[in-house]
Structure formats: C-alpha cells, structure tokens
C-alpha cells in the first residue's frame, strides 16, 4: 500500500515547516559554534509554549535536536548543574521570577541558560532580570523568538483565543478592559506570524458599515485589529535584522459575521465530518482493537499530517474518501495470500483485517491505519444514515443557494420528528439567515413548535438572524453586516452557484464566502471601499479596481473525476460544481517545489472562529491559485461547538450592541427574546 504524497509536505518553505525549522534550528540549536554531538540539554516550558512546541513539532524531533530532557517550569525540578538549560517561555513576571528562581544564587539548578521569549519582552522585565547579578554570567542567550501561535496545519494557525466572540462581541460597558487586551493579545500573536517568516504584510481589513454615528463597537473589530498588527509589523523594519522593508505578501482581516452559515452547515469531507459526527478529544480518536482470546483493547490514534492516509483523505467527500480506502483494502488483499485466505470467498470484514495485521508483523503499521480509517469511515457512513443526513444535508444546500424555502423546510420537520435538536437548529439558523422575514412576528415561534425546540434555542436563532445583518421586510437598519457578498437573483440566496464544468460530489455545492474574497483579492478586484488598506501596496496587481468584478472564468479543458463505483452511495452520485475535492496529495504538487516561484502568500484572518470548511478552502486555493494562502484564526470550530457554547452566549448578549440601532419593532422583538415570558417584555416595551 504505496500512497504517492509528493514533496509539498516537506518542503522547508511551507508555512508549517519554516515554524518548525525555526524551533529545531534558532532555539533548540542556540550555540552551534560550540556543540557536539553529546551536549544534551534540558528544555524548559511554560504551559502556552508547550502547546507552540506541540503543533509545531514531534517528540523525535526535538530528541534529534539535543533534548535530553522535557520540563514544566512551574513543576519541582531536579538540579542538573552539569547541563545547559533552553528556556522556551512567554515574556510574563511570573515566568521570570521562576527563571531567576532556577539561575540565581549560589547554587543554580543548571550550567548556563538560553533563553527565548515567545514574544517582545518588556523594557521592565529585562531591567528585572539584569538587576541579579548573579544571573547574568550564566545566560548564555537572550533572545525574542516572535513565535506565539500554533501551527495547527500546513497552512493553518489559531492564536488560542477560543472566548473571542465573547470578548470582543460582548457588552461593550462591561467588557472595555477585556476587549482591549484580547485585540492587543491577538494582534501581537499574529505579528509574530510575519516575524516568524521574514514576511511585511499589506494589511486589509473588513471594513465597518455605516457612519461613525451609527457604527457599532463589534463591527470595528476587522479595522481595530488590523490597524494594531500594522504598527506591530511596521516596527519590526527597524527592529529586526533583515526583515523585509516593503509588502511582501498581503493579509485580510475579516470576522465571523460575514458568513454565519460556515460554523453550522454540514461540511461532507472526511475530516469535517469526524470531527462533527464523532466523539473526539480536539484530533485524538479513541478506538478498540480486537486481539486474538482476548477482550478488545482501547486505543487513542491522532489523526494528523504525520499520518499518510489521513493526509490524503481528509479534504476528501465522504463517499471518495470510503471508495478510496475499500480500494486499497482490495488491493492488499490481493497481494497477499494471508489476506487471501481469511477471506473464505467473500469480502474482507475490519474485523479479518485486524486479523491480518497479527498474521502479518511486516505490514502490521500499514495494515492498522487502514483499518483504522475503514472503521471511521464506516462510523461516519452508519451516522449519515442513522441521522438522515442527506436530505437534511440536501435541504441545507438548497436553501443557501435559493432553490428551496418554507414547503420544504416544514416538509422535512414534520417527516422527520426523530431528528435530533441539533439538526434542527442548524437547519433552522440557515433557513432564518437566507429567509428573516418568515420568522417575523408569530412565523418563527411556529416553526419552533412544529421542530419541538425549546423557547432558548428560538432566542439564539433570532439573536442569530440580526448578528447577520440581513435585511426583512418589517425594518431598515444602518450600521450592520450583509450576509450577501454580491447582489443576489431575487430569490432568496446565500451563495451563487459556480459552474465551472467541473464533475464533482453530490452536497458538495456549498463554499464558504472566504473562497470568493481570495479569489479576489489574488486579482486584484477586491473593492478598496469595502476592504481597504493600512497602507497603498507598493504594487497593486494587475487588473486591480475600486469595485467587485465578476465571478472567476470558467476553467478551460476541465478532467472530470470518475465517480462511478459500486461502493459509491446512489446519493452521492456526482453534479456540477466547481468544488472539486481534491485530497492533500494533491495540493501544491504540481505547483512547484521551490515557493519562490509561485506567487506572494496570502493570509487571511477569522476574528471569532475558522471553519474547517475554511480550512479545506486555502488548500484547494492554493492549488487552483499556485499561491500559497494560510488560514489564520481566533480557534477553529466545529459545528457542536460552535452552537452548544458559542452561540447561545454570543447571540444574547449582541442584543446590548445592536439596540442603540434597531426600531422600535426590533427592540420589542429584543426584549422578547431576553425576557422570561411575552407579558414582561410587553410591559418593558410599553415603559
């Protein structure tokens, strides 16, 4: 079982591994004049740069570098006075003191220390550390690593701010200090992304509708936060050694209110789907084994880049990515007469191949992921059935794209009434964002009724539909988002199709809105008024506008995907679209080996929380574009996630933000959704 992934995975210029190569190489390395083989050294951490370590790099690798040793700054360590020391730690007091506590005094707990801060250290904290004279002649580097994010994806990174909705899209009197250090704490973190890879970002952000007079808070966010990583990454001209002195690259900032429907619609790739149908711990799986006269043994397996076939499959459909692997179980089978004969004339169970793997020790590694990822498969192909998922997942589609509305949506709540309340919230919050109006007055409580949900979860699709910003019949506001990216055909549309006349996978029409805006702006016709500059790049790209053009040309001499299989699903039987779903293996390994020969990066920032969705866009992007693009975020979130915590927190308390805004229709409408029962807001309102 051979799988061909190209070089991109390992190419030193992609965005992950120039993050990696700089922890082994800058930090883990800081004395090479001096090193040999046999000085190991002991690194220390803090819990935030544990998690930098971790994304960034594998245990053997750090082993590899000199590592002896891995410690937690904050845990009783032993001395070790014979070996040096690498201090791997956020620029905090706290941090400090525990370092001075280590290195201070007559007896330090090891030889020398080199230190590395994640980020700009204090003027006050480094005056701290010079003030012990007795730890200065045994630091034997200090230095600022500017490298405070984690390196979730090849082309991926979050900050660690999973609370930002809430801290930046909360009650503005109540949350002033804690918005300031979230927006300072974010910016600085992706500051440290451009730092990390030599780059000077053109900075681009969303840009706040309306006047001053009837601008929001929240929606300042895009511009606030941009205007603070450009004077971050503007200083660093002056206070880095080579660091680039014009736009090399070009970043957009933009937040989770532009597309409300990405956190919530079924995504039907492998990894959106695992890690929206199934029990994970962040990308941990737990399973069991069987073992021969023995009961089954639980096992954990990350599913990560450092797996070969997770890294094919996992911007994959569903149904190509189980096609896939049944494929490559035939095929070992077929090359191997131990696999022959357990087959007794018929197909070859997980069970029988996990059999195998013991009558085989030779391909045992190869063998156990593939049956690993048969049975995630086959789990996820068993929950589209049992939860109905593709007429629900069909009707979402429909409904974003136009083609259907109230008839079906009532339709399926009364055929389905064992969908769970999740599914039907999800279907719900996209029906209310593409339809407001059907919920105005009584319209939404009786959809509530007919779905059996309760009156909680009508608040959160209400707060849900004016976050949005879409237009109803009833009101008019000012000052508020456009769900639409384009003006939209007179039925009610989220998205417009793309037919680019390429053969793809059934319920794979939907893309997130981010798609359009990189397209865009890698030609150059982002409008300037909508999404304008911290500064007027150096050289706008060709074709550049003031105004939105059309969509991309269709591709020319498109090769269709064959889809035909009798393991295919009749349901997943292929229609047009532009989607392809190309797997990793594919990505960049046509584009070129040597990343200087492809065009600048393009970054793009989520405030609030990134999609996997979103993920799965900057791939296939990069591919189509052969241009690296690199999803950056707050947090990525899957749909559980997003509507159990986020939502129901978010969504209440933005009535605070809108209400300064809104008629007095919408007000009313607010109080009803904050108060306890229609009596008590009908008496507020009256007051």
């Not at 070790?80 to 280590?102: G, H, R, T």
């Not at 450009?230 to 001209?237: F, G, H, Q, R, T």
């Not at 988002?481 to 549309?493: E, G, I």
Request: with cysteine; net charge neutral.
């Amino acid at each position: 079982m051979s799988v061909d992934f190209g070089a991109p995975a390992d190419d030193p210029k992609v965005f992950r591994n120039i993050c990696r190569d700089r922890i082994l190489k800058d930090l883990l390395k800081p004395d090479k004049d001096k090193e040999t083989k046999s000085s190991w050294k002991v690194l220390i951490m803090d819990k935030f740069t544990v998690k930098i370590m971790a994304y960034a790099c594998k245990m053997a690798e750090i082993t590899d570098a000199g590592i002896s040793l891995v410690e937690d700054l904050f845990k009783r360590r032993e001395p070790m006075p014979s070996m040096d020391a690498i201090y791997f730690l956020q620029p905090l007091k706290e941090n400090v003191i525990m370092l001075l506590s280590d290195m201070s005094g007559r007896c330090p707990l090891y030889r020398k220390a080199y230190i590395f801060f994640s980020s700009p250290i204090p003027k006050e904290l480094v005056t701290y550390i010079k003030n012990d004279s007795s730890v200065i002649p045994r630091i034997g580097a200090l230095r600022e690593m500017n490298l405070e994010f984690f390196a979730i994806d090849m082309q991926g990174f979050v900050t660690d701010h999973d609370t930002a909705l809430n801290d930046l899209y909360g009650p503005s009197e109540q949350n002033s200090k804690k918005f300031n250090d979230t927006i300072s704490t974010m910016a600085t973190r992706i500051a440290t992304t451009f730092a990390s890879l030599k780059e000077f970002p053109c900075v681009r952000y969303r840009a706040p509708k309306g006047d001053a007079s009837t601008t929001t808070k929240f929606d300042m966010v895009p511009k606030w936060l941009a205007t603070a990583v450009w004077d971050i990454v503007s200083k660093y001209k002056s206070t880095i050694p080579e660091f680039p002195q014009k736009e090399t690259c070009e970043l957009l900032i933009v937040d989770r209110p532009i597309d409300q429907i990405a956190p919530v619609i079924h995504e039907w790739t492998y990894d959106a789907m695992c890690h929206d149908l199934l029990e994970m711990d962040g990308n941990k799986y737990i399973y069991e084994v069987s073992k021969m006269d023995s009961e089954p043994e639980k096992k954990e397996s990350l599913l990560e880049d450092h797996d070969p076939l997770w890294l094919e499959l996992r911007h994959a459909h569903i149904a190509d990515a189980s096609e896939r692997l049944y494929e490559k179980m035939n095929n070992f089978v077929a090359k191997n007469k131990a696999a022959q004969l357990s087959r007794d004339g018929g197909e070859v169970s997980t069970r029988d191949l996990q059999k195998i793997v013991q009558a085989l020790p030779q391909y045992s590694e190869q063998v156990e992921k593939l049956t690993l990822h048969i049975e995630i498969a086959g789990k996820i192909n068993r929950c589209i059935r049992e939860y109905g998922l593709r007429d629900i997942g069909q009707l979402e589609q429909d409904l974003v794209f136009g083609d259907a509305g109230a008839k079906e949506v009532i339709s399926i709540l009364r055929s389905k009434q064992d969908m769970s309340p999740e599914n039907k919230m999800r279907l719900l919050i996209i029906y209310a964002i593409v339809y407001p109006e059907k919920f105005e007055g009584d319209k939404g409580e009786k959809l509530m009724q007919l779905a059996k949900l309760p009156h909680d979860d009508m608040d959160v699709i209400n707060c849900l539909r004016y976050l949005d910003g879409s237009n109803t019949k009833k009101s008019s506001r000012t000052g508020t988002f456009s769900l639409k990216f384009d003006a939209q055909k007179k039925k009610n549309a989220a998205r417009t199709d793309k037919h680019d006349g390429e053969e793809t996978w059934a319920l794979s029409r939907f893309f997130p809105l981010i798609e359009e805006l990189i397209e865009k702006l890698s030609k150059g016709e982002l409008p300037l008024k909508e999404y304008p500059s911290m500064s007027e790049p150096n050289s706008a790209p060709q074709g550049a506008t003031q105004t939105a053009s059309s969509a991309a040309r269709p591709a020319q001499n498109p090769q269709p995907m064959s889809m035909r299989s009798r393991r295919t699903p009749t349901w997943a039987k292929s229609r047009n679209s532009d989607d392809s779903q190309s797997s990793d293996s594919s990505v960049l390994r046509h584009a070129s080996g040597d990343f200087k020969r492809l065009g600048n990066r393009i970054f793009v920032f989520m405030v609030g929380g990134a999609t996997r969705s979103e993920l799965r866009t900057v791939h296939k992007l990069t591919m189509k574009m052969k241009r690296e693009i690199v999803l950056g975020s707050s947090s990525i979130d899957d749909p559980p996630q997003f509507i159990s915590v986020k939502t129901q927190f978010l969504f209440k308390v933005l009535l605070f933000s809108f209400s300064s805004n809104l008629s007095t229709g919408l007000l009313k409408f607010s109080l009803l959704c904050s108060c306890n029962d229609s009596a008590t807001a009908e008496a507020e309102v009256d007051r």
